[in-house]
Protein backbone atom coordinates (compact mmCIF):
# COMPACT_ATOMS: atom_id res chain seq x y z
CA UNK A 1 0.00 0.00 0.00
CA UNK A 2 1.49 3.13 -1.02
CA UNK A 3 1.08 5.67 1.61
CA UNK A 4 2.34 9.18 0.00
CA UNK A 5 1.28 10.60 -3.24
CA UNK A 6 3.43 13.45 -4.05
CA UNK A 7 2.66 15.51 -7.08
CA UNK A 8 3.72 19.15 -8.81
CA UNK A 9 0.30 21.03 -8.71
CA UNK A 10 1.03 24.29 -10.25
CA UNK A 11 3.32 26.18 -8.04
CA UNK A 12 2.47 24.09 -5.42
CA UNK A 13 3.86 20.28 -4.35
CA UNK A 14 0.97 18.50 -3.12
CA UNK A 15 1.62 15.30 -0.75
CA UNK A 16 -0.98 13.47 0.78
CA UNK A 17 -0.28 10.99 3.59
CA UNK A 18 -3.27 8.04 3.02
CA UNK A 19 -2.63 6.83 6.47
CA UNK A 20 -4.09 10.29 7.89
CA UNK A 21 -7.18 10.26 6.08
CA UNK A 22 -10.46 9.66 7.61
CA UNK A 23 -12.36 10.10 4.01
CA UNK A 24 -13.98 13.24 5.54
CA UNK A 25 -13.69 14.33 1.56
CA UNK A 26 -13.99 18.08 2.51
CA UNK A 27 -11.04 17.96 0.33
CA UNK A 28 -12.74 16.66 -2.93
CA UNK A 29 -15.73 19.31 -1.87
CA UNK A 30 -13.44 22.32 -2.27
CA UNK A 31 -11.25 21.26 -4.86
CA UNK A 32 -12.83 18.08 -6.99
CA UNK A 33 -10.50 18.45 -10.06
CA UNK A 34 -7.45 17.98 -7.16
CA UNK A 35 -8.29 15.18 -5.13
CA UNK A 36 -11.05 12.20 -5.11
CA UNK A 37 -11.63 8.97 -3.16
CA UNK A 38 -10.25 5.98 -4.23
CA UNK A 39 -12.09 2.20 -4.12
CA UNK A 40 -11.30 2.32 -0.66
CA UNK A 41 -12.51 5.70 0.39
CA UNK A 42 -9.20 6.98 0.74
CA UNK A 43 -7.84 10.53 -0.79
CA UNK A 44 -5.40 10.48 -3.83
CA UNK A 45 -4.25 12.91 -5.87
CA UNK A 46 -6.15 12.64 -9.78
CA UNK A 47 -5.01 16.04 -11.56
CA UNK A 48 -1.87 17.65 -10.37
CA UNK A 49 -3.43 21.01 -12.15
CA UNK A 50 -7.30 20.47 -11.52
CA UNK A 51 -7.72 23.58 -9.62
CA UNK A 52 -6.44 26.97 -8.79
CA UNK A 53 -3.47 26.61 -6.10
CA UNK A 54 -5.99 28.91 -3.74
CA UNK A 55 -8.33 26.16 -3.85
CA UNK A 56 -5.88 23.38 -3.40
CA UNK A 57 -4.63 25.95 -0.24
CA UNK A 58 -8.27 25.78 0.83
CA UNK A 59 -8.86 22.10 0.73
CA UNK A 60 -5.71 21.18 2.53
CA UNK A 61 -6.36 23.75 5.54
CA UNK A 62 -10.10 22.05 5.43
CA UNK A 63 -8.90 18.31 6.46
CA UNK A 64 -9.16 17.51 9.88
CA UNK A 65 -6.53 15.30 10.10
CA UNK A 66 -4.01 17.59 8.84
CA UNK A 67 -3.43 14.70 5.50
CA UNK A 68 -2.48 17.39 3.00
CA UNK A 69 0.45 19.10 2.76
CA UNK A 70 1.21 22.01 0.29
CA UNK A 71 5.03 23.42 -0.37
CA UNK A 72 5.57 26.48 -2.12
CA UNK A 73 7.79 24.54 -5.15
CA UNK A 74 9.40 28.39 -5.89
CA UNK A 75 10.64 28.55 -2.17
CA UNK A 76 10.27 25.42 -0.83
CA UNK A 77 8.83 26.48 2.19
CA UNK A 78 5.86 24.74 3.32
CA UNK A 79 2.72 26.85 2.72
CA UNK A 80 0.23 24.29 4.66
CA UNK A 81 0.47 22.50 7.06
CA UNK A 82 1.88 26.26 9.25
CA UNK A 83 4.89 24.66 10.68
CA UNK A 84 5.42 27.43 13.21
S1 LIG B 1 -10.20 16.24 3.77
FE1 LIG B 1 -8.51 15.00 4.64
S2 LIG B 1 -9.54 13.31 5.64
FE2 LIG B 1 -11.01 14.22 4.24
S3 LIG B 1 -10.81 13.04 2.33
FE3 LIG B 1 -9.48 14.83 2.18
S4 LIG B 1 -7.49 14.10 2.89
FE4 LIG B 1 -9.01 12.64 3.59
Not at 14 to 23: D, G, L, W
Not at 61 to 73: E, F, G, H, L, R
Request: hydrophobic fraction near 40%.
Amino acid sequence: MKTDTTQQVGKYLIKVTREKCISAASCVAIAPHTFALDEEQIVKIINQSGDAPDLQLLAAQSCPTMAITIIDTETDEQVWPQEN
